[in-house]
Nanobody, 126 residues
Framework: QVQLVESGGGLVQAGDSLRLSCAAS????????MGWFRQAPGKEREFVAA????????NYADSVKGRFTISRDNGKNTVYLQVNSLKPEDTAVYSC???????????????????WGPGTQVTVSS
């Protein structure tokens, strides 16, 4: 497993942007796909975005396509989520997760991940 810590959340207005970061410890980061999930109050956790271990492939939830961008820097053991054009319905705790080593498919499923960060709160006011 790896240890993950998110940062970059905050209180913003609709239409604003944020850049979320997730710093990972451990030597297996570069062999793991990474994902972002979010959970709003009273709702189930939902998939947001994922990136393969080499960074060549990404996928997104339909609700964030065109607004959110996931990227990674394996040299810094960090994955990012650029969130643009924020909407009130994007309000949630955003958590990053590390997939099991060498897993490249089904990254929209939480069961593919074995390490989770505590999350960072994003609140979007209208």
């Amino acid at each position: 497993q790896v240890q993950l810590v998110e940062s970059g959340g905050g209180l913003v207005q609709a239409g604003d942007s944020l850049r979320l970061s997730c710093a990972a410890s451990g030597r297996t980061f570069s062999s793991r796909a990474m994902g972002w999930f979010r959970q709003a109050p009273g709702k189930e956790r939902e998939f947001v975005a994922a990136i393969t271990w080499g960074g060549k492939s990404t996928n997104y939830a339909d609700s964030v396509k065109g607004r959110f961008t996931i990227s990674r820097d394996n040299g810094k053991n960090t994955v990012y989520l650029q969130v643009n054009s924020l909407k009130p319905e994007d309000t949630a705790v955003y958590s990053c997760a590390a997939a099991r080593p060498w897993v490249q498919s089904g990254l929209g499923l939480a069961s593919k991940y074995d390490s989770w960060g505590p999350g960072t709160q994003v609140t979007v006011s209208s």
